[in-house]
């Protein structure tokens, strides 16, 4: 035994190694069989759970399953690398192969067959059998045996169609067609909520792209700053600790652009995955610089509000689901009545007998079965009373789950707008901050080369210059989200273009 089959053996065995038998009796010959059995691939005994809570848990069809999932397709796609995409480029990107909406899709078009399945109520359903028999039989005739064959050859036709049911099927019907509704306005609120979030990963990107290119010149300027206190201490015109404070705020430049750079990348990688490819995939983007950036707002809230109620997928969704709940309520309620059915069986026959001493016989026929059915449930212990019961509540909760989703889109419109409000103004003070503190940057820097401002001044003055270009690329990015969740709180972003007149 090797060390590590002895490891494996005291770890079975609660830490004891394992020893085997003196001798072999009738009981170890029956756990030698029944081990044997236990392992047999696909055969003796039924999967069962772990054998303890206290070990992972492996068994040959986990391989099977290891296999199956390495077989499985890679659907991500590759970016260009080369190229420069726009945020409605991503967007298209993203719907077209993100695999939420392909989900969304497939089930609307099940709901769309679960409509047809309906819809095949309101028409018979026609079955054809074709039946061939033979029969051989001794008949008693006087004192002897007569041998008899029939041969018979049916063609039939089976016909079963509901003629009335007080709108049973229609409300089925009624039903299919709401829920095919809801499932359309699920891949429409699918859509909406991919375009927000990769709108929201691209922003992200963007403001961390624009804060790398600030922390890079905040680190530029610590850096001219490091330099100016150095070639001061040689002049005799610094002390030493004013260098050491120039190299502590270069290295915390340095700091801040790292974790600059790493927010980025992650960034990168949550972009990717909102488009549905591989984190590692480089995507080129447009600078924050060449995004037109609205300085107001247009429309009032409340034209928000009406906007997002008149076309929130979402919200369409609840109110197909009320239809659907009303659907299901008339149904309920035409249990009440009778069901009338017809039903058409017409059977063409062609039968061949021979009896023994007697040649061949044969005829031909048309017959069948031709009824109407009317079914009536007189009494049921309460079964339809609970059942209409039952719609009526489904009715009302739909309601009130629509009532509270609208509440819940008003308040969110609001807060959007607010929030948009907010980032407009900020903008406006990031700009004046960002002038104010270049000047006094460049005057401070200016006024330390003749003398008349110590380092700390020029020092703090670079700080509050890095602060500035930091603080007004996240305002420029806040108004872009603000606008981007605006869009998706009213359900513009999964509205179609406006067209345009023709000249």
Same mark, same amino acid.
């Given at each position: 035994m090797t060390v590590l089959e002895g490891m494996i053996a005291a @770890?079975?065995?609660?830490?004891?190694?394992?020893?085997?038998?003196?001798?072999?009796?009738?009981?170890?010959?029956?756990?030698?069989?029944?081990?044997?059995?236990?392992?047999?691939?696909?055969?003796?005994?039924?999967?069962?759970?772990?054998?303890?809570p206290s070990h992972p848990w492996h068994s040959a069809g986990e391989q099977a399953i290891e296999h199956d999932a390495s077989q499985m397709g890679n659907r991500e796609f590759a970016v260009d690398p080369s190229a420069t995409y726009s945020l409605a480029d991503l967007i298209n990107l993203a719907e077209e192969h993100n695999p939420e909406t392909r989900v969304a899709w497939e089930h609307a078009r099940a709901q769309a067959a679960a409509l047809g399945v309906a819809r095949?109520?309101?028409?018979?359903?026609?079955?054809?059998?074709?039946?061939?028999?033979?029969?051989?039989?001794?008949?008693?005739?006087?004192?002897?045996?007569?041998?008899?064959?029939?041969?018979?050859? $049916?063609?039939a036709l089976d016909l079963n169609y509901t003629v009335f049911d007080f709108g049973a099927r229609g409300g089925r019907i009624d039903a299919?067609?709401?829920?095919?509704?809801?499932?359309?306005?699920?891949?429409?609120?699918?859509?909406?909520?991919?375009?927000?979030?990769?709108?929201?990963?691209?922003?992200?990107?963007?403001?961390?792209?624009?804060?790398?290119?600030?922390? @890079?010149?905040?680190?530029?300027?610590?850096?001219?700053?490091?330099?100016?206190?150095?070639?001061?201490l040689k002049n005799g015109l610094?002390?030493?600790?004013?260098?050491?404070?120039?190299?502590?705020?270069?290295?915390?430049?340095?700091? $801040?652009?790292?974790?600059?750079?790493?927010?980025?990348?992650?960034?990168?990688?949550?972009?990717?995955?909102?488009?549905?490819?591989?984190?590692?995939?480089?995507?080129?983007?447009?600078?924050?610089?060449?995004?037109?950036?609205?300085?107001?707002?247009?429309?009032?809230?409340?034209e928000a509000i009406d906007r997002a109620v008149r076309q929130r997928p979402d919200l369409m969704n609840q109110v197909a689901a009320i239809r659907a709940a009303n659907a299901q309520l008339k149904q309920a309620r035409a249990a009440y009545y009778p069901t009338l059915g017809l039903h058409? @069986?017409?059977?063409?026959?062609?039968?061949?007998?021979?009896?023994?001493?007697?040649?061949?016989?044969?005829?031909?026929?048309?017959?069948?079965?031709?009824?109407?059915?009317?079914?009536?449930?007189?009494?049921?212990?309460?079964?339809?009373?609970?059942?209409?019961?039952?719609?009526?509540?489904n009715v009302r909760e739909a309601q009130s789950q629509a009532d509270a989703l609208r509440d819940q889109i008003e308040n969110g419109i609001w807060t959007a707008y607010s929030d948009l409000k907010t980032a407009l103004r900020q903008r406006q003070a990031a700009e004046a901050l960002l002038v104010a503190a270049d000047q006094s940057y460049n005057a401070s820097i200016e006024s330390y080369h003749y003398g008349v401002r110590n380092l700390v001044d020029v020092t703090q003055a670079q700080r509050t210059l890095a602060q500035a270009r930091s603080a007004d690329v996240l305002a420029r990015t806040e108004v872009l989200t603000a606008l981007a969740d605006l869009a998706f709180q009213t359900g513009d972003a999964v509205q179609p273009p406006p067209l345009r007149p023709q000249p």
């Open positions: @770890r079975g065995n609660g830490g004891r190694v394992a020893r085997p038998p003196r001798q072999v009796g009738g009981r170890a010959l029956c756990a030698v069989i029944l081990a044997f059995l236990v392992l047999l691939p696909g055969g003796g005994l039924a999967q069962s759970a772990p054998a303890s095949s109520e309101l028409y018979p359903a026609i079955a054809a059998a074709a039946l061939s028999q033979t029969d051989r039989v001794e008949i008693l005739l006087n004192t002897r045996y007569y041998r008899q064959t029939l041969q018979s050859f $049916d063609l299919a067609k709401a829920q095919l509704l809801a499932a359309d306005f699920a891949f429409n609120e699918v859509h909406r909520q991919l375009i927000f979030r990769v709108a929201e990963a691209y922003y992200q990107l963007l403001n961390a792209m624009g804060q790398e290119a600030a922390a @890079r010149a905040s680190l530029a300027n610590a850096q001219t700053v490091q330099q100016a206190a150095e070639a001061s610094a002390t030493l600790p004013d260098v050491l404070e120039a190299r502590s705020a270069t290295a915390q430049a340095e700091y $801040d652009l790292q974790a600059v750079l790493g927010a980025e990348d992650i960034a990168h990688g949550n972009l990717a995955t909102a488009l549905g490819t591989s984190p590692t995939e480089t995507i080129h983007v447009q600078p924050i610089d060449q995004i037109a950036i609205p300085d107001n707002l247009e429309g009032s809230v409340d058409v @069986r017409p059977d063409a026959q062609s039968l061949y007998g021979l009896q023994q001493t007697l040649p061949w016989g044969h005829t031909a026929d048309l017959d069948g079965e031709l009824s109407l059915s009317l079914n009536w449930t007189l009494f049921d212990g309460g079964a339809r009373k609970n059942e209409v019961a039952q719609a009526q509540a």
